[in-house]
T-cell receptor, first 112, second 113 residues
Framework: DQQVKQNSPSLSVQEGRISILNCDYT??????FLWYKKYPAEGPTFLIS?????DKNEDGRFTVFLNKSAKHLSLHIVPSQPGDSAVYFC???????????FGKGTRLSVIA | DSGVTQTPKHLITATGQRVTLRCSPR?????VYWYQQSLDQGLQFLIQ???????AKGNILERFSAQQFPDLHSELNLSSLELGDSALYFC????????????FGAGTRLSVL
């Protein structure tokens, strides 16, 4: 069963607008969530993370929101730029140095 | 540059063969993780090593094995290869206490023909 789900395989957004990428999880033991960005022919690059004790974490243009009761998190990118076009993976883990459980990714295209 | 080095970048081989993928973690990182990404799939965890010892196992086939050496580099051995083993194999490393942020190498693309 898929413990981390990204239900939108792709998303297109105009440059300058907000991109919202969504992620749902089923395992209530997860207490740390991460977003990774992946360009073709490269490995995933860490973008931003959030602990389960918070509901929001912001880093520049990127904000992650966590709704624990709904087991849902989202990544907001404002404003979106063409260089943000990539595949975005949501990942979750139990605290400590444990393996990450990944969603299947959402391909974001930012159109100039 | 993540600081994690994977070699080779590409590997083309035939069914039934055996290959070895190599990973050098970031300086100071003790944990090494191996993930497999098949076409249009998310990354699937295979195995984790911490300071030379196996720490966790995921959906790793019995035909696959790994180890971490005293200098902390790791190798993933894939044997009796099948067409379905064609995939991207990523290695990641992390530092204890660093909020489980894992840093990934560029991956090895394995093609089994």
């Amino acid at each position: 069963d898929q413990q981390v789900k990204q239900n939108s395989p792709s998303l297109s957004v105009q440059e300058g607008r907000i991109s919202i990428l969504n992620c749902d999880y089923t395992n209530s033991m997860f207490d740390y969530f991460l977003w990774y960005k992946k360009y073709p022919a490269e490995g995933p690059t860490f973008l931003i993370s959030i602990s389960s004790i918070k509901d929001k974490n912001e880093d520049g243009r990127f904000t992650v929101f966590l709704n624990k009761s709904a087991k849902h998190l989202s990544l907001h990118i404002v404003p979106s730029q063409p260089g943000d076009s990539a595949v975005y993976f949501c990942a979750a883990s139990v605290s400590g140095n444990t393996p990450l459980v990944f969603g299947k990714g959402t391909r974001l295209s930012v159109i100039a | 540059d993540s600081g994690v080095t994977q070699t080779p970048k590409h590997l083309i081989t035939a069914t039934g063969q055996r290959v070895t993928l190599r990973c050098s973690p970031r300086s100071g990182d003790l944990s090494v993780y191996w993930y497999q990404q098949s076409l249009d799939q998310g990354l699937q965890f295979l195995i984790q090593y911490y300071n030379g010892e196996e720490r966790a196992k995921g959906n790793i086939l019995e035909r696959f094995s790994a180890q971490q050496f005293p200098d902390l580099h790791s190798e993933l051995n894939l044997s009796s290869l099948e067409l379905g083993d064609s995939a991207l194999y990523f290695c990641a490393s992390s530092t204890p206490g660093a909020k489980n942020i894992q840093y990934f190498g560029a991956g090895t693309r394995l093609s089994v023909l």
